[in-house]
């Protein structure tokens, strides 16, 4: 069993940068595939990033590549998205994921483990 705990979103003007982080319980966490997904009002949850257990590859939405990077402290069981130039569309819960096994693509119905989400609200 895994628990992941997210903090760090918040208000921000359109431009603006915001980390999050989540926070793993278990002594497994280097063997999860971490990944970030985010979930708009009215629409469907999606998938913005993940990292592999050693952190070796990343992978982004088109949507957020060169602005989001994913990275990982497994000894402190925890991982970040530090996201830059914010834009009003990035407005959502953002949601920490965590996947015992790596697969093509990273789909909601991989993840074994979800995090309660925090709300990220870009103004403009």
């Known amino acids: 069993q895994v628990q992941l705990v997210e903090s760090g979103g918040g208000l921000v003007q359109a431009g603006g940068s915001l980390r999050l982080s989540c926070a793993a319980s278990?002594?497994?966490?280097?063997?999860?595939?971490m990944g970030w997904f985010r979930q708009a009002p009215g629409k469907e949850r999606e998938f913005v990033a993940r990292?592999?257990?050693?952190?070796?590859?990343?992978s982004y939405a088109d949507s957020v590549k060169g602005r989001f990077t994913i990275s990982r402290d497994n000894a402190k069981n925890t991982v970040y998205l530090q996201m830059n130039s914010l834009k009003p569309e990035d407005t959502a819960v953002y949601y920490c994921?965590?996947?015992?096994?790596?697969?093509?693509?990273?789909?909601?119905?991989?993840?074994?483990?979800w995090g309660q989400g925090t709300q990220v609200t870009v103004s403009s």
């Open positions: 994921a965590a996947a015992g096994a790596y697969t093509i693509v990273m789909l909601t119905r991989h993840v074994d483990y």
């Open positions: 278990g002594r497994t966490f280097s063997s999860y595939v």
């Open positions: 990292i592999t257990g050693s952190g070796g590859y990343t």
